[in-house]
């Protein structure tokens, strides 16, 4: 099938509807079979344990909320009168329509937004879909300018977005994506733009990187991102053998060609969040909060490496800047695999390459010493 046609399908949603449905059970087997060989990206270890963060938490959430507590306005005034710290719900009606007119609104009060986020919350997830476009608008420029002062609205937030990247995850992916910019382009990105390239993520307000929440969901729609594209080439790259294209040997793209351009997407996807990281260590005044920031993005950098060793050899090959290496070692625990080919790196005939091979061994063996035999 056509990518574009596959995109607006709510394949998640689909899926746990027939697995909800007895009258399913006979053809269940073979259809979540056609939906990982289809869509091996929506089948990730982070994206099982989200589901599985959201199942708990659902089971928790009270689906009417009689009273709310209000944080601090954006001028941090202390609001002297307790009678006003609590917002009655009888007042505000609850529809569809009220809610996307009124309450989320960029001029509305931070309690109002957060009644409605945790009213929102409240439902089942398909049935929080409706809300996606307003919310994703609404919230996010909300939480940039404000830098994380109301945590409430921002877990709130945090807690939407993971809910709904269990049903429509493409669909999502694009709204954070286009929401996440400084300005509006002239034409929003849509999804194939999104795995054609998945660089254009870093298109984004660079204040995303200094909020740990926003930047836990960038990391997460990259680590969603990087996977689908894989699949969007692999699957380009089928169909392109199916159509016959084998016997034109003199111009066929082959396997190696299509790992060689996925291994530079994404090690140029990693060395872009490295330099990222000097950039927030550079700018961050609060240690705490330059611990944080690190932390998520070597993070997943470690995972990667994880996932795939063979990303920590291709970016110690590439280099980076040497004052990078301390933080490397000290954040990513896979770093110790560089032992492997320390050696190899040391023997190229490259100046910068031996140099940096140099202070990438001095920094490793002081975290992973060696004993003598």
Known sequence: YETKFLENIPIKYILHYVENKREFSAIYPSFVKCIA??????????????????????????????????????????NKN?????????EIKFDPENIKKNLLQPESDNRIILLALRYINSLKTHQKIPYCDIIMSTI???IIELNDENILIVNEFIEFWKSLNTVIPNKLWVATLNNFQKEKRGNDYVYQDLIENPMILFTC???????PKLLEIFLLTLEFVMMASRHYYRH???????????????NMFRDLHLSTLLYIQETSLFQT??????????KAINEKHKETILSLIFNFINQRFIENPKYIKL??????????????VKYVPSMHVCFDFIPELLSIINIESQIFGIHLSGYVFMKYPVARR
């Open 37 to 78: 060989y289809q869509f091996p990206h929506l089948y990730n270890t982070t994206n099982n344990i989200m589901e599985e963060e959201i199942d708990n938490s659902t089971s928790l959430i009270i689906p009417y909320f009689r009273q709310v507590d209000i944080i601090n306005n954006i001028n941090n005034k202390k």
């Open 82 to 90: 307790e009678d006003n710290m609590m917002i009655d719900n009888d």
């Open 140 to 142: 996010i420029p909300r």
């Open 205 to 211: 307000d660079q204040r995303i990187y200094s909020n």
């Open 236 to 250: 380009e790259y089928n169909t392109y053998l199916a159509r016959g294209n084998t016997n034109n040997n003199n």
């Open 273 to 282: 969040l490295i330099e990222i990281s000097q950039m927030e260590k550079k």
């Open 315 to 328: 970016i110690h090959f590439q280099t980076y800047a040497v004052d990078i290496i301390p933080d490397m």
